[in-house]
């Protein structure tokens, strides 16, 4: 534990702490901006097992804040569980890294095994955040939410039984047109770097055992106007919650909807029913004379058709980019990849 040693030092947290560390299991869903942040902080301060889910590629216009990532990474169209890991795997070899390029939803709640210590939010949606929240809830595990967009950016520890979830202060997602994205809002790395300090903060508190330390409460920042504070201090869990008090955990019991526009892109993911396995190499073979720039990788088959570009997962999960209408996202995918 040499290398923990300046951690060490610091007596909250001790050997004692130190070896909780080593000994988690820490869930994180969105190796993106906040999640790249956070999976660096947390393979350097000795985490045993940190599973990566992230549905996405490594793009240029990740690069200015998704610090796990480079140039190489973009070029390759590398998806980002697989990216961060790789290079995550270079910084502390001791780290159990397991990257899963998937979207994460209720169906592959089943293949996490054991479930984690903790969950980390690194998402940029609210369905994954509600059902991360539900998920958590009904496990009885706690878990960090975190949001940025613009200037501004947000996070909360959630304790179940002890402090306010998701739910309990959103009951419902609020509109698009209110929060913004990163492509209508812009978004700049210090606040980034902000919300996912105080994310990784409460985490070591949580897994070295100090949770009486946790902040209870909503951290708020806005690095360009230079407002920090905290909101809700002290406040409890509602008593009409679905989530907290009813137990109903709302979105353990949706379907996953097939398409999805994401958020901020000129771009739609598609899914195929569960178990729906695609040969990659085949439909590449089938494609050949069909469409452009046919590529196929360790993870992907890429290509080009009618004005758009399409990845393609071993799942059959699909991002087809260059349209936010849904409806012609299924069209194309329905013609070119049949899933």
């Given at each position: 534990m040499d290398r923990y040693r300046k951690q060490i030092r610091f007596a909250p947290l001790g050997k004692a702490g130190q070896r909780r560390l080593r000994e988690a299991r820490v869930l994180l869903v969105g190796v993106g901006a906040l999640g790249s942040h956070i999976a660096s902080s947390l393979v350097r301060a000795g985490v045993g097992q940190l599973r990566l889910v992230d549905r996405d590629i490594v793009e240029l216009e990740n690069l200015h804040r998704q610090v796990l990532y480079d140039e190489t990474d973009a070029a390759a169209a590398r998806p980002k569980a697989v990216a961060a890991a790789r290079r995550l795997a270079r910084i502390n070899a001791e780290c159990e890294l397991i990257p899963m390029v998937e979207d994460f939803d209720r169906w592959n709640l089943r293949n996490l095994g054991e479930p984690p210590h903790l969950i980390l939010d690194g998402t940029d949606n609210f369905a994954t955040r509600y059902l991360l929240n539900d998920y958590a809830l009904s496990v009885g595990i706690p878990w960090i939410y975190g949001g940025a967009v613009g200037s501004v950016g947000r996070a909360m520890a959630i304790l179940p039984g002890k402090t306010p979830c998701l739910r309990c202060i959103l009951p419902s997602a609020p509109p698009g047109g209110e929060v913004g994205n990163c492509e209508t809002e812009g978004i700049l790395e210090?606040?980034?770097?902000?919300?996912?300090?105080?994310?990784?903060?409460?985490?070591?508190?949580?897994?070295?055992?100090n949770q009486d330390q946790v902040v209870r409460g909503v951290f708020r920042v806005d690095v360009w106007q230079n407002d920090y504070g905290i909101q809700l201090r002290d406040c409890r869990p509602r008593a009409d919650c679905a989530s907290c008090a009813l137990g109903e955990y709302p979105a353990l019991q949706e379907s996953p909807t097939r398409s999805l526009g994401l958020c901020g892109r000129d771009a739609v993911q598609i899914k195929p029913p569960e178990g729906t396995r695609i040969d990659l190499r085949k439909?590449?073979?089938?494609?050949?004379?069909?469409?452009?720039?046919?590529?196929?990788?360790?993870?992907?088959?890429?290509?080009?058709?009618?004005?758009?570009?399409?990845?393609?997962?071993?799942?059959?999960?699909?991002l087809v980019l260059g349209t936010s209408e849904e409806s012609r996202a299924r069209s194309l995918y329905d013609r070119y990849v049949g899933a």
């Open positions: 210090p606040v980034i770097a902000q919300v996912s300090a105080f994310q990784t903060s409460q985490a070591v508190k949580i897994l070295s055992g439909l590449a073979g089938k494609l050949e004379n069909a469409v452009e720039d046919l590529e196929l990788r360790e993870h992907l088959l890429r290509f080009r058709a009618e004005q758009c570009r399409f990845h393609v997962f071993p799942g059959g999960r699909t």
